[in-house]
């Protein structure tokens, strides 16, 4: 059974941290890109970074580079997210996703989905 289950999430003051965790079970880890996505309530899902397993690359959205940092435990098939300085408009529900495909951008090439993981940051 493919399985991806975030951890991590809970309330944090603007500023603080904290760190999300995607363990993932049921397929290839080694052969599969991981991203997080965020969704607030009444907005779209949107993508916040992306690994990939073939070569390790990165990719962070805009909005969280510098303050946001992704790695890859491939040992413990888990993707951390480490979120630093962080906003109230970081306050959304986190996702993690694999792709068989090198970080697309498109949510529809994501094949596995996790339950996601409550963020919520006061202000």
């Known amino acids: 059974e493919v399985q991806l289950v975030e951890s991590g999430g809970g309330l944090v003051q603007a500023g603080g941290s904290l760190r999300l965790s995607c363990v993932a079970s049921?397929?290839?880890?080694?052969?599969?890109?991981i991203g997080w996505f965020r969704q607030a309530p009444g907005k779209e899902r949107e993508g916040v970074s992306c690994?990939?397993?073939?070569?390790?690359?990165?990719y962070y959205a805009d909005s969280v580079k510098g303050r946001f940092t992704i790695s890859s435990d491939n040992a413990k098939n888990t993707v951390y997210l480490q979120m630093n300085s962080l906003k109230p408009e970081d306050t959304a529900v986190y996702y993690c996703?694999?792709?068989?495909?090198?970080?697309?951008?498109?949510?529809?090439?994501?094949?596995?989905w996790g339950q996601g993981t409550q963020v919520t940051v006061s202000s």
């Open positions: 690994i990939s397993s073939s070569d390790g690359s990165t």
């Open positions: 049921g397929f290839t880890f080694d052969d599969y890109a």
């Open positions: 996703a694999a792709s068989l495909y090198s970080c697309p951008r498109e949510l529809y090439e994501y094949d596995y």
